[in-house]
């Protein structure tokens, strides 16, 4: 199994930066790719981003341009910066893990709440 630990939410003003962690533990060798999603209050969850092992990154075109997923100093670590942020950010953000291992398909963090307000 593997275990996703979110850090890094909190309250921020429109137009600024913050930025939000997700650590993995457990069987963490066969990980491919590590992302987010978010869930608005009252509205579905929603993909965010991804890495995958080698780099490669994708992003909603909500956040394109605003957001950086990277990897962060210890394998089993992503970082989302998120950057200019808007009311439309505030959000649940899920940390999810995709592993090889067919036993452990994908995983999810407990979340972490941003909240974008003057």
């Known amino acids: 199994q593997v275990q996703l630990v979110e850090s890094g939410g909190g309250r921020v003003q429109p137009g600024g930066s913050l930025a939000i962690s997700c650590t993995a533990s457990?069987?963490?060798?066969?990980?491919?790719?590590m992302g987010w999603y978010r869930q608005p209050p009252g509205k579905q969850r929603d993909w965010v981003a991804f890495?995958?092992?080698?780099?490669?990154?994708d992003y909603a075109d909500s956040v394109k341009g605003r957001f950086t997923i990277s990897r962060g100093n210890a394998k089993n670590t992503v970082v989302l910066r998120m950057d200019s942020l808007q009311s439309a950010d505030t959000a649940v953000y899920y940390c999810?893990?995709?592993?090889?291992?067919?036993?452990?398909?994908?995983?999810w963090g407990h979340g972490t709440q941003v909240t974008v307000s003057s």
């Open positions: 999810y893990a995709d592993s090889l291992d067919s036993n452990v398909g994908e995983s």
């Open positions: 457990g069987n963490i060798d066969d990980i491919y790719a």
């Open positions: 890495i995958d092992l080698v780099g490669n990154t």
